[in-house]
């Protein structure tokens, strides 16, 4: 099957959405935004913790090859928001310092930015959490920080009257979470922009002619039961389009562009600088039962540690199964761990790594997705910092044990607790030693103001072809070193309305 329009969107996460309901303003301009993952409403989720992995990639299998990191990435219309907590942070300023400093970035200055949030937030619906709004897991969290001297803020999300039920990593039955679904996309619809669901896109077509990219070409997958249909049959799919946005993320967007053999040579930072921020957690078994997984997910969260050691500590909320993938252990241990889960809390360590070039996306000789990441010596420091810091914090509330990963044993008892340093080590950083989750990767295509380190420049635009613009995570030179969704937001809401106002010359 053949189809054509004046823009097609490939991904419809934060970063597709913002730029199909943006886009959508131009009147006459057709539009078609696809998602390899089904459209899947509300009324649909059903708060079954495997079943709902059916909205991640991977069904959440994801992993870097040496099998070191897991990458949560979603596979759904939506994107990420369909099954984010919605933690809504700003970059700091010492990031856009970078991208404009190191990367050249121009047009993302603070005051760019701050428009972008704003136009965001007059679309979307944020809350600030109050101590109203603590379960056990943010109640004694900011106890351990207060107790410790230690400053927290009330975190802001993307909810609206959040009831605090605990799923919201298997999407939010009760449309409390203010996501893609209810605010960006059916204000494209309204506004005649298709929908195709389910196409998985395998490569941008370039028409070398008129030397553009000229569409994208893939197939759609059957629609799982419960689902919206689709507006198309199953089976092979192009679509010509005379712009092509990509907007599948971190991962996919240079893995298609990749994939793409048609295309010229985009340039040799295609696929490399991949950013991961990892969401490191730890459990805490405390000597009672506590509600983790019941209440508002994350409330509050301490950047102390931000401007000196670029981590950020946040409680967090695993059900059982990802509980069990994070905590180290094997046999009978970790069977009698998972007796006691009512009795964990659970942490997180938000922290990036540093952009490197050795850091990649690349295609196996299967044609599969692979990402190839080494962390950088100062990565692990930095990491290292803040797990010794939530175990002091958690031991300093009573705990018993701290899971954490890079020790001896992947946890530390109470007895360890005046010899943290020694216990909780780089030298225990190795690959396969413990789980790492990313639910935060960048980079991969990202923008800048030299061809030779970047694919994109500020806008968007592909620096070596016309017709091919990035709007999504992967544009990002260096990590936003807390959660990124706002920014990503932002960002792409920048990139779309400079699109929208060259859209004619764009269009040629
Ligand atoms: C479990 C979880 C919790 C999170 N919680 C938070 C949080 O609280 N706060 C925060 O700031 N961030 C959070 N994030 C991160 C945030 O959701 C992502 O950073 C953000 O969604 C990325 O936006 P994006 O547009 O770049 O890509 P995505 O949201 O990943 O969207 C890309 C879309 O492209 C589609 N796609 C991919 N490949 C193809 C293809 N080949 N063909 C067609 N379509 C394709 C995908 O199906 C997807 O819908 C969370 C992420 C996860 C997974």
Same mark, same amino acid.
């Given at each position: 099957?053949?189809?054509?329009?004046?823009?097609?969107?490939?991904?419809?996460?934060?970063?597709?959405?913002?730029?199909?309901?943006?886009?959508?303003?131009?009147?006459?301009?057709?539009?078609?935004?696809?998602?390899?993952?089904?459209?899947?409403?509300?009324?649909?989720?059903?708060?079954?913790?495997?079943?709902?992995?059916?909205?991640?990639?991977?069904?959440?299998?994801?992993?870097?090859?040496?099998?070191?990191?897991?990458?949560?990435?979603?596979?759904?219309?939506?994107?990420?928001?369909?099954?984010?907590?919605?933690?809504?942070?700003?970059?700091?300023?010492?990031?856009?310092?970078?991208?404009?400093? #190191?990367?050249?970035?121009?047009?993302?200055?603070?005051?760019?930015?701050?428009?972008?949030?704003?136009?965001?937030?007059?679309?979307?619906?944020?809350?600030?959490?109050?101590?109203?709004?603590?379960?056990?897991?943010?109640?004694?969290?900011?106890?351990?920080?207060?107790?410790?001297?230690?400053?927290?803020?009330?975190?802001?999300?993307?909810?609206?009257?959040?009831?605090?039920?605990?799923?919201?990593?298997?999407?939010?039955?009760?449309?409390?979470?203010?996501?893609?679904?209810?605010?960006?996309?059916?204000?494209?619809?309204?506004?005649?922009?298709?929908?195709?669901?389910?196409?998985?896109?395998?490569?941008?077509?370039?028409?070398?002619?008129?030397?553009?990219?000229?569409?994208?070409?893939?197939?759609?997958?059957?629609?799982?039961?419960?689902?919206? #249909?689709?507006?198309?049959?199953?089976?092979?799919?192009? /679509?010509?389009? #005379?712009?092509?946005?990509?907007?599948?993320?971190?991962?996919?967007?240079?893995?298609?562009?990749?994939?793409?053999?048609?295309?010229?040579?985009?340039?040799?930072?295609?696929?490399?600088?991949?950013?991961?921020?990892?969401?490191?957690?730890?459990?805490?078994?405390?000597?009672?039962?506590?509600?983790? /997984?019941?209440?508002?997910?994350?409330?509050?969260?301490?950047?102390?540690?931000?401007?000196?050691?670029?981590?950020?500590?946040?409680?967090?909320?695993?059900?059982?199964?990802?509980?069990?993938?994070?905590?180290?252990?094997?046999?009978?241990?970790?069977?009698?761990?998972?007796?006691?889960?009512?009795?964990?809390?659970?942490?997180?360590? /938000?922290?990036?790594?540093?952009?490197?070039?050795?850091?990649?996306?690349?295609?196996?000789?299967?044609?599969?997705?692979?990402?190839?990441?080494?962390?950088?010596?100062?990565?692990?420091?930095?990491?290292?910092?803040?797990?010794?810091?939530?175990?002091?914090?958690?031991?300093?509330?009573?705990?018993?044990?701290?899971?954490?990963?890079?020790?001896?044993?992947?946890?530390?008892?109470?007895?360890?607790?005046?010899?943290?340093?020694?216990?909780?080590?780089?030298?225990?950083?190795?690959?396969?030693?413990?789980?790492?989750?990313?639910?935060?990767?960048?980079?991969?295509?990202?923008?800048?103001?030299?061809?030779?380190?970047?694919?994109?420049?500020?806008?968007?635009?592909?620096?070596?072809?016309?017709?091919?613009?990035?709007?999504?995570?992967?544009?990002?030179?260096?990590?936003?070193?807390?959660?990124?969704?706002?920014?990503?937001?932002?960002?792409?809401?920048?990139?779309?309305? #400079?699109?929208?106002?060259?859209?004619?010359?764009?269009?040629?």
């Amino acid at each position: 099957m053949r189809l054509s329009a004046d823009v097609v969107i490939v991904g419809s996460g934060p970063g597709g959405a913002v730029m199909a309901k943006e886009l959508s303003e131009i009147a006459g301009l057709s539009i078609i935004l696809v998602d390899a993952g089904p459209y899947v409403l509300e009324r649909y989720y059903q708060q079954l913790e495997l079943k709902m992995t059916e909205l991640f990639w991977e069904r959440g299998n994801r992993v870097t090859d040496d099998l070191s990191t897991q990458i949560l990435q979603a596979r759904c219309v939506g994107g990420g928001t369909v099954v984010y907590t919605g933690t809504a942070h700003k970059v700091p300023d010492f990031v856009l310092n970078d991208w404009a400093g #190191r990367w050249r970035v121009e047009g993302f200055t603070r005051g760019d930015l701050d428009a972008g949030y704003e136009r965001v937030a007059s679309n979307m619906f944020i809350t600030e959490h109050t101590e109203e709004d603590w379960n056990d897991n943010n109640r004694l969290f900011v106890e351990a920080c207060t107790g410790n001297n230690i400053g927290v803020e009330n975190l802001k999300r993307f909810v609206d009257k959040c009831i605090g039920c605990g799923f919201c990593y298997q999407g939010c039955k009760y449309r409390r979470k203010v996501t893609m679904l209810n605010t960006y996309l059916p204000k494209a619809f309204a506004n005649g922009v298709q929908l195709i669901s389910n196409f998985h896109v395998n490569e941008v077509l370039y028409d070398p002619k008129t030397k553009r990219a000229s569409g994208v070409k893939g197939v759609v997958k059957p629609t799982p039961p419960l689902a919206e #249909r689709n507006s198309v049959p199953e089976g092979s799919l192009e /679509i010509n389009a #005379r712009l092509v946005v990509m907007a599948a993320g971190a991962i996919n967007t240079p893995s298609i562009l990749l994939r793409s053999k048609s295309l010229p040579d985009l340039g040799a930072a295609l696929g490399r600088f991949v950013l991961m921020q990892n969401a490191h957690n730890v459990h805490i078994l405390m000597p009672y039962k506590v509600s983790m /997984i019941r209440g508002i997910p994350k409330a509050a969260s301490t950047k102390e540690f931000l401007d000196s050691h670029r981590f950020v500590i946040a409680p967090a909320q695993n059900h059982p199964i990802a509980t069990a993938n994070d905590v180290t252990g094997f046999g009978l241990n970790w069977k009698h761990l998972m007796r006691y889960f009512h009795n964990l809390l659970q942490w997180q360590v /938000i922290c990036g790594d540093d952009p490197h070039f050795t850091n990649y996306v690349y295609l196996d000789s299967t044609g599969k997705t692979n990402v190839r990441y080494l962390y950088s010596p100062d990565y692990i420091e930095r990491q290292i910092a803040g797990l010794r810091t939530c175990a002091r914090l958690a031991f300093s509330i009573g705990a018993e044990r701290v899971f954490l990963g890079p020790t001896k044993n992947g946890y530390v008892t109470n007895r360890n607790m005046n010899a943290l340093d020694h216990h909780i080590h780089r030298k225990y950083f190795s690959p396969g030693r413990f789980s790492l989750t990313t639910a935060h990767p960048q980079g991969g295509c990202r923008m800048g103001g030299n061809p030779k380190h970047s694919i994109v420049n500020s806008n968007g635009r592909a620096h070596r072809i016309n017709g091919l613009i990035v709007s999504d995570a992967s544009i990002f030179p260096s990590p936003t070193h807390v959660n990124p969704v706002y920014t990503i937001l932002a960002a792409t809401t920048l990139i779309a309305l #400079r699109t929208k106002e060259d859209i004619d010359k764009l269009l040629e």
